[in-house]
């Protein structure tokens, strides 16, 4: 079986799938009387065509190692991954390569960080590494196909 290792989710390594969202530095303007920093503009949020909408997962809680044996995508929009606990996740991605997803790389979230997709990024199933599973997902809602599976020949073991 391969072997993945799982590194920190950083702006910089997960640039070419996504945006990672967390609060970090100082805000870009205060609001709410002076009470709230907003940090403004995190995510390119990306659709072909439909709408943005919100939804509610809850996912069952994975462990590590972890087998990976498929990813997904959505070409007509982006997909944003916001967990409602502190508890760290897995994101796995993969660069597209003629139609096909190219070797994966897998990261763990630190508390308090969020991943969006972008548009067409192969990337692995919603995989919390705690209970509960909940996130809050903003992606594309609207007609036609927004989904291709691609089942690895043999799969990967991520490691911590």
Known sequence: MRRITAEPLTEEAFA???DVLEVAGAPDKLINQGLCGRH???ALVDF???RAGISL???EPRSLPYRLEMVERHPEGSQAFVPMTEHPFLVIVAPDE???PGAPRAFLTAPGQAVNYHRGTWHGVLTPLHAP???AVVDRIGEGAN???HWFEASYEVVA
Do not use: N
Request: aromatic share 14%; net charge negative.
């Open 16 to 18: 070419p799938f996504g």
């Open 40 to 42: 403004h503009d995190q």
């Open 48 to 50: 072909g065509d439909g």
């Open 57 to 59: 997962f809850d996912a």
């Open 98 to 100: 003629g139609g096909k």
């Open 133 to 135: 599973g909940l996130f």
């Open 147 to 149: 989904l291709e599976e």
